[in-house]
């Protein structure tokens, strides 16, 4: 006989819980409402800019509890701006014509045609057949993969393309959930995914957010070339330790080291010869990373990402419906969004208002600053999209910087390097939920790992910001 499980809880606590987001947002625009139609106004401060304050605690607000998505967060933030013309609506909505936006059109183009054309696959199955015929060596090279992968494709890309083929692997060595090769090579696949992905301006859409903010607000810019010849250093010396310690968590069997070596040789040889579209896929990479490091300056990273992209049609190496599949609309929408509120920001004196009453008044060494920078932005980043931690705080970082008489490129450095480095929770980075959604890791065990990792990691780039970056003329 079918039995039935009937919930005995009260029915307010049911309908709250089916309904605590609806609640939650109905809530926020009520107190929204009632706080941007007060006439208290701080004194010395703009109604435009008063405006713009409550609209950024709506934001951040809407950014931390995700109760609706965050591309529709940053519509309906756009929305607000211009309906309190707080700017010109035509300035508003310009900000998805600004250079960073189109860059990040381009790269996800690019990702799509190296994904469609089978390259990328091509590249995982060799390099894992290759060096990947032991359990230590299969981990190691998942882990240096997707971190190399992630230097010219996004990093959630990067993880949803290893993560059926790791999958793959586990179920034919017959893994167990509990299985230590199992849980390694998931945390490879995160930790590679996410440290690459802040190496280069490919890697996510934070790092060009983090510029077009920059630029912006002090019309400054940060080359292709630029960004790699600063970040790369410190996030290698990462990757380096993070390497040896997953060489040395995984033990050696030579039933895995015969069944790994068998399993990686036949999947290669599944994928036949290199086609065609390979080669043009691989022949345009070449040509859009030799032009990003040479030519950024004279072209402009944007304008490259955009033609190399228009070559992948060109050349029939992928069509518009493969390019529309994999191209992420809701970071676009989101990233314009929060530029015209970083705009905003600026422009309507909120920050200067602050700086003056609150920040000058701060007694904060250069060594307090970038320290308590570090630990706010990686920390922040467990809870929060990495590109949300860039809006909330670059803007401040970027004011404080100044004052400091320092080079605002170190803020945007000392923010959108950390906001990358989410070693242990699922919303931290989506490589993390993906790697979390094959069962083999434990949270309580990535929150342990991941939190001694982003103490060294802390003490890394603290390391290279007092002693690199000098060198490189940031300050």
């Given at each position: ?25 109905l ?7 009632i706080?941007?139609?007060?006439n ?9 800019a ?24 940053s ?11 707080v ?7 310009s ?67 290893l ?28 930790w ?21 903010i ?10 292709f ?11 290698y ?28 040789k ?17 022949m ?26 228009a070559?992948f ?28 509120l970083?705009k ?20 904060i060494?250069?060594?307090g ?23 909330i ?7 404080m ?75």
């Amino acid at each position: 006989m079918k039995s039935f499980y009937i919930d005995k809880r009260p029915f307010i606590v049911l309908l709250f819980l089916e309904y605590k987001n609806a609640l939650l947002l109905l809530v926020s625009f009520v107190l929204f409402f009632i706080a941007i139609s007060s006439n208290n106004i701080p004194e010395g401060l703009s109604t435009q800019a008063y405006q713009t304050l409550i609209i950024f605690l709506l934001a951040i607000f809407l950014w931390v509890t995700n109760i609706i998505p965050l591309a529709i967060t940053s519509l309906g933030i756009m929305g607000l701006l211009s309906t309190y013309n707080v700017l010109e609506s035509g300035t508003v909505y310009s900000f998805f014509g600004n250079e960073a936006i189109f860059f990040i059109i381009g790269a996800f183009i690019i990702s799509a045609g190296i994904s469609t054309s089978g390259l990328s696959e091509r590249m995982s199955y060799s390099v894992l057949s290759q060096y990947g015929n032991n359990p230590q060596k299969l981990v190691l090279s998942i882990f240096t993969l997707s971190a190399c992968l992630s230097h010219i494709m996004p990093a959630h890309a990067v993880a949803a393309l290893l993560l059926p083929i790791l999958m793959d692997v586990s179920k034919k060595l017959k893994l167990q959930m509990g299985s230590i090769l199992g849980k390694y090579m998931f945390f490879a696949l995160a930790w590679g995914s996410v440290m690459g992905g802040i190496v280069t301006l490919l890697g996510g859409a934070r790092n060009p957010l983090a510029i077009g903010i920059l630029n912006e607000t002090t019309n400054l810019n940060i080359t292709f070339m630029e960004w790699y010849i600063t970040v790369a250093p410190p996030i290698y010396t990462i990757m380096f330790i993070v390497g040896i310690y997953l060489k040395s968590k995984v033990k050696l069997s030579q039933r895995d080291t015969h069944l790994i070596d068998e399993l990686l040789k036949e999947d290669t040889n599944r994928l036949g010869k290199i086609k065609f579209r390979e080669i043009k896929a691989s022949m345009i990479l070449l040509i859009t990373i030799f032009m990003w490091i040479f030519q950024s300056e004279r072209f402009g990273i944007a304008n490259i990402s955009l033609i190399s992209a228009a070559l992948f049609f060109v050349l029939n190496v992928i069509n518009w419906e493969d390019a529309k599949n994999q191209i992420n609309w809701g970071a676009i929408f989101m990233y314009g969004g929060a530029i015209a509120l970083g705009k905003s920001l600026v422009d309507t004196g909120l920050l200067t208002f602050f700086s003056e009453n609150y920040l000058l008044t701060l007694d904060i060494t250069f060594l307090g600053f970038i320290v308590v920078t570090l630990i706010i932005s990686m920390f922040l980043t467990e809870g929060v999209s990495n590109a949300a931690v860039v809006v909330i705080l670059l803007p401040v970082i970027l004011e404080m910087a100044i004052h400091l008489g320092l080079d605002p490129k170190l803020g945007v450095y000392i923010v959108a390097i950390p906001s990358g480095l989410a070693f242990m929770l699922p919303m931290g980075s989506p490589p993390n939920a993906i790697a979390f959604s094959s069962g083999f890791i434990k949270p309580i065990e990535a929150i342990k790992t991941g939190l001694l990792f982003k103490i060294i990691a802390i003490i890394v780039v603290l390391f290279f910001a007092l002693i690199y970056w000098p060198l490189l003329g940031l300050y």
